[in-house]
T-cell receptor, first 114, second 113 residues
Framework: EAQVTQNPRYLITVTGKKLTVTCSQN?????MSWYRQDPGLGLRQIYY???????DKGDVPEGYKVSRKEKRNFPLILESPSPNQTSLYFC?????????????FGPGTRLTVT | GENVEQHPSTLSVQEGDSAVIKCTYS??????FPWYKQELGKRPQLIID?????GEKKDQRIAVTLNKTAKHFSLHITETQPEDSAVYFC????????????FGKGTKLSVKP
């Protein structure tokens, strides 16, 4: 089944404790992206990647890191989480060529930083 | 870079009425404009998209129109049903390997039975 998976789905952590949210897709998509969703602010892009070893900042990259060592994986790293990073996070992937550029979203990760 | 504005932020309609959500974009190079629907507690999913070489596209009760000159595009839902209640996001960008996709802030649509 074609899908985007994220882990963990829920996470409660404390300020300053490094964490990684994994994202994996099995559709051989070149493009992957991370968003955070907060009430009234919509989907704000954190980082995106057009292909392996190619990443770029989105609108709200501060406090986050990403890497794209393999085509299927695009982990989001919070080196020192803070309470303002409490949010719902979505990973998404899409093809960058062909007839459709539909973004497929993962199920979301709800992060709480205390 | 691209900036996408979406209005209104909330919309309430009676079942059977039509709903219209409007978006504007800033980057004239953008050529791909999708609409996503997010039901409560779920992930966003594509419902319809349009490319800049097309002015209108329909799929059953939903349609999207694009005015490249004015840099705006709209989602039209006819004969609304309670299951249309959700948050709708527009987005704009340069589809494919040339660029990225930027989302609007979303419209919460409520359809009252």
């Amino acid at each position: 089944e074609a899908q985007v998976t994220q882990n963990p789905r829920y996470l409660i952590t404390v300020t300053g404790k490094k964490l990684t949210v994994t994202c994996s897709q099995n559709m051989n998509h070149e493009y992957m992206s991370w968003y955070r969703q907060d009430p009234g602010l919509g989907l704000r892009q954190i980082y995106y990647s057009m292909n392996v070893e190619v990443t770029d900042k989105g609108d709200v990259p501060e406090g986050y890191k990403v890497s794209r060592k393999e085509k299927r994986n695009f982990p989001l790293i919070l080196e020192s989480p803070s309470p303002n990073q409490t949010s719902l996070y979505f990973c998404a992937s899409s093809p960058s060529s062909g007839s459709s550029y539909e973004q497929y979203f993962g199920p979301g990760t709800r992060l709480t930083v205390t | 870079g691209e900036n996408v504005e979406q209005h209104p932020s909330t919309l309430s309609v009676q079942e059977g009425d039509s709903a219209v959500i409007k978006c504007t974009y800033s980057d004239s190079a953008s050529n791909y404009f999708p609409w996503y629907k997010q039901e409560l507690g779920k992930r966003p999913q594509l419902i319809i998209d349009i490319r800049s070489n097309v002015g209108e596209k329909k799929d059953q009760r939903i349609a999207v129109t694009l005015n490249k000159t004015a840099k705006h595009f709209s989602l039209h839902i006819t004969e609304t049903q309670p299951e249309d209640s959700a948050v709708y996001f527009c987005a704009g960008g340069d589809g494919g390997s040339q660029g990225n996709l930027i989302f609007g802030k979303g419209t919460k649509l409520s359809v009252k039975p």
